[in-house]
Structures are given as structure tokens and as C-alpha cells.
């Protein structure tokens, strides 16, 4: 469980910014999106949340924060010494330009909260730590900072807590490298939750990335799949009696419209290769016979939610925690009410996944389907840095029209248009 993710000086984020997933002890409506840690003193954590913002806000770069934050600590440790980090400070002034990017997430796992987060330039890891609080009062099981006075690391690595070859593994540490990443290649027992809690919790969705339906497609491979994805497309009322998955290799398909030269190479490169179509079986109006749909003749809503089908379920059935940018994009505003519906419902949700999306759909505003503490903001402030804040922040009653009053910008974080001006 997510309880928090803070970004410094990463793309458009300048000062430490803070995404919180607890929950407002003030607020007393729909207690279903949010769920109790079992942890004492901890408040219950959010379902879900929502970030609106003007488009060149940021929205998109806190997704992408998180996803080099998960990309690093699962991959760093595969690289070779003096590999560039794939790292982009804030650029539009010189002191942040020089100074490192800064990650943190604070999560809960098996009942015990973990604070980990480092420092990193293009060059090298400046500062790592891992604070854990088994009983409520924390530990810190080490902590790494490069001094650029000696150009030497100094490493602090507890004995108690951090039991087996835990010198071997910060030896075997290269500069460009994670502690954390290196210790679980070397099999480090006492770090493996907190590995295993990105590598098996933690889901990132590249910002724009298009959602494959492959996934959706494998799962419909054997009845018992097909039958869960049919049930998931018609729950939003997609009035599809049957899913029918048909195998060719590329040498079958039609390639006739395309030139000779084109098509003998496609051939050669792709030969054999096996292609999955994807056919939707719904009746006729007049007759009731059942016909098959190719693919392309259903509609992108309809394409889009299919393809989430497999990564939604699996969300849920793990009581993963996924980031993801935009996920109304080509969703009637009714199936994003649903997909959201499914986080929060009880029964759908009984592993405490968790959702953070970006959204332009203002009517998801309605304080019906969300908490008042679900909703964030992402606006550029005047040095053109971009600020994160919760719309909690303002002075808002339950009931009001929350919609009418971002659009009116009451809340900030919408685009300011200027006139037209002839050239």
C-alpha cells in the first residue's frame, strides 16, 4: 500500500513535492474508497486519486517520476560502470540544473511502513537510505551520501537489522548503482521486501504509452479467461455475447495493397511469425444470428477497454499500486466512472489496490463517485516550476459544485488563454 511518492527536481518539479494517499480524518463521506492499514495510528489510506492540470503542468511528469523511480531500483544494478543515469534535473535555472533529482516512497507491507528514496545525478547515486518502522519507531537500516569534499561514500549499514554479507554487497555497489538493486542480485534476504514490493506491487504505465490488447488476448486463450474478460466488458455494458481469438502468420495476411518490394521484404523479415486476431461476436437486430466483428470495426473506447481488461483484473486480484497518466483517454465518461467504481467497490477491490491517474474529465469533479481528498492539482507557479497540491487545501463544503468551481479556477491549474493577436 502506497502511502506516499515526493519528487525533487525532476523534469518540471523544482521544490520536494508530495503525492499522500491517507486519507482526511475530517471527511466523512464514502468510507468505502478508502480502506483501514490494520497498522496502529496510521490513518486509512485512499483507493484512488485524481490529478487534474492544465496540459504542460506536469500532470504527466509526476507519472513519469514514478516510473524512473521504479525502472531504477529494478534495473540499476544491470548496468556497467560509467553508464549514464537516464536522469533530467529541472533545467530552466542553472542551481537546480547542477544539483541531483531526489525520490521517495513511503509504503506499507505485511503490516511494516518502509521509507526508501535516494538522490541521483547523471553520473552517480549521491544519497540512499532505507527507514523502516517494524514496531512504530523507525530504523535506519543504512544510508549511503557521496561527500564531494573527499570524493569518497560514506555508508552507514546497521548490523542488527542488516545481518549477512552486507559489506560484500556495498563493495560490489557501483557508483551509478543502487544499494538496494546490487544487495538483491546478491541475494539479500533482509532487503527483500522492500525490492520485492516494487517488483511486485508497484505498477508504472509509461505517460502516452499505448496499451497493448495482447495481454487481454492471452487471457482469452483458454475458457475460463474469456469468460472473466466478457464478464468485465459487459459490466459496462458493452453488449458483447462472445470474444473469438483466430491465429495466421504473417505470410496469410493480406498484403496486396502494398508495393512488391515492400511486401517481399515484410515476407522475408516476418516470415512466420503468428498474428492474433481479435473478433467480438454480437447478434443482428432483425434476425438474432450471431456475426463477427473484425477488430477494427469496433470503436476506440471499446478497443481501449479491452485492452485494459487483463491489467485491470490483475491490478486488482494482486492489490497492486499502478500510476497511470490519462486513463480516460477514448472512455465515455460512464466506463472511467466504472473502472474507478471497480477500485472502490469492496468485493472487486479485496487486496487494496490502489489507482493514481491523471484525468481531464472535469465531470469526475462530482463529489458522488469521490472523496474531496482524492482530487490533486498540478499548475506551473511563475518561475515555471510545477507545484502539486490537494484541492482538501481549500475551504470546500461537502456538496459543492466542485466542477463548476475548477473551471471557474477557483482551484487554479487550468490553462490562462490570452487573445488571439493578428501576426
Known amino acids: 500500500m502506497l502511502i506516499e511518492f515526493s519528487v525533487t527536481n525532476y523534469l518540471s518539479f523544482c521544490e520536494r513535492q508530495t503525492l499522500s494517499m491517507a486519507a482526511s480524518s475530517n471527511y466523512r463521506e464514502l468510507p468505502e474508497n478508502a480502506f483501514a492499514t490494520g497498522v496502529a495510528r496510521m490513518p486509512k489510506l485512499l483507493k484512488s486519486t485524481v490529478i487534474y492540470g492544465a496540459n504542460a503542468s506536469g500532470k504527466s511528469n509526476l507519472i513519469r517520476a514514478a516510473l524512473f523511480m521504479w525502472d531504477f531500483v529494478l534495473n540499476s544494478a544491470k548496468g556497467q560502470e560509467g553508464d549514464i543515469i537516464d536522469v533530467y534535473p529541472f533545467l530552466l535555472n542553472n542551481k537546480n540544473a547542477q544539483a541531483p533529482s531526489t525520490f521517495e516512497m513511503i509504503f506499507l507491507e505485511d503490516g511494516i511502513r518502509y521509507q526508501y528514496g535516494f538522490s541521483v545525478t547523471?553520473?552517480?547515486?549521491?544519497?540512499?537510505?532505507?527507514?523502516?518502522?517494524?514496531?512504530?519507531?523507525?530504523?535506519?537500516?543504512?544510508?549511503?551520501?557521496?561527500?564531494?569534499?573527499?570524493?569518497?561514500?560514506?555508508?552507514?549499514l546497521h548490523k542488527k537489522f542488516l545481518p549477512?554479507?552486507?559489506?560484500?554487497?556495498?563493495?560490489?555497489?557501483?557508483?551509478?548503482?543502487?544499494?538496494?538493486?546490487?544487495?538483491i542480485q546478491l541475494n539479500s534476504a533482509p532487503l527483500r521486501p522492500v525490492f520485492d514490493w516494487f517488483d511486485k506491487r508497484l505498477r508504472v504505465f509509461r505517460p502516452h504509452m499505448e496499451i497493448s490488447k495482447e495481454f487481454s488476448a492471452s487471457l482469452c486463450k483458454d475458457a475460463d479467461g474469456r469468460l472473466r474478460?466478457?464478464?468485465?466488458?459487459?459490466?459496462?455494458?458493452?453488449d458483447i455475447?462472445?470474444?473469438?481469438?483466430?491465429?495466421?502468420?504473417?505470410?496469410?495476411?493480406?498484403?496486396?495493397?502494398?508495393?512488391?518490394?515492400?511486401?517481399?521484404?515484410l515476407q522475408k523479415e516476418m516470415s512466420g511469425t503468428v498474428v492474433t486476431e481479435i473478433r467480438f461476436e454480437r447478434s443482428t437486430?432483425?434476425?438474432?444470428?450471431?456475426?463477427?466483428?473484425?477488430?477494427?470495426?469496433?470503436?476506440?473506447?471499446?478497443?481501449?477497454?479491452?485492452?485494459?481488461a487483463w491489467p485491470w483484473m490483475n491490478i486488482l486480484s494482486q492489490g497492486r499500486i499502478l500510476?497511470?497518466?490519462?486513463?480516460?483517454?477514448?472512455?465515455?465518461?460512464?466506463?472511467?466512472?466504472?473502472?474507478?467504481?471497480?477500485?472502490?467497490?469492496?468485493?472487486?477491490?479485496?487486496?487494496?489496490?490502489?489507482?493514481?491517474?491523471t484525468t481531464h474529465d472535469t465531470a469526475l469533479l462530482d463529489q458522488s463517485i469521490f472523496r474531496r481528498d482524492q482530487f490533486w492539482m498540478v499548475e506551473k507557479s511563475g518561475d515555471r516550476c510545477s507545484e502539486l497540491y490537494p484541492i482538501s487545501d481549500f475551504d470546500?463544503?461537502?456538496?459543492?459544485?466542485?466542477q463548476r468551481r475548477y473551471l471557474e479556477g477557483h482551484f487554479g491549474a487550468i490553462p490562462i488563454l490570452k487573445r488571439f493577436k493578428d501576426l
Open 122 to 156: 547523471r553520473e552517480r547515486v549521491m544519497h540512499e537510505w532505507l527507514i523502516v518502522y517494524p514496531s512504530g519507531r523507525p530504523q535506519r537500516w543504512f544510508e549511503r551520501y557521496y561527500d564531494s569534499e573527499t570524493g569518497k561514500e560514506v555508508w552507514t
Open 164 to 183: 549477512g554479507n552486507r559489506e560484500v554487497w556495498r563493495d560490489a555497489t557501483r557508483k551509478n548503482a543502487l544499494y538496494l538493486s546490487t544487495a
Open 229 to 238: 474478460v466478457l464478464k468485465f466488458l459487459n459490466q459496462a455494458d458493452m
Open 241 to 265: 455475447e462472445g470474444i473469438r481469438l483466430e491465429t495466421k502468420t504473417v505470410g496469410d495476411l493480406g498484403m496486396e495493397d502494398l508495393p512488391p518490394e515492400v511486401r517481399i521484404a
Open 285 to 308: 437486430g432483425d434476425t438474432g444470428k450471431p456475426i463477427l466483428l473484425p477488430w477494427d470495426a469496433e470503436s476506440r473506447g471499446t478497443q481501449k477497454l479491452f485492452a485494459l
Open 323 to 357: 500510476f497511470m497518466d490519462e486513463m480516460d483517454t477514448s472512455l465515455h465518461h460512464h466506463l472511467v466512472k466504472f473502472l474507478f467504481g471497480l477500485m472502490h467497490d469492496a468485493t472487486s477491490n479485496q487486496y487494496r489496490a490502489q489507482l493514481i491517474s
Open 396 to 402: 470546500i463544503e461537502q456538496g459543492e459544485p466542485l
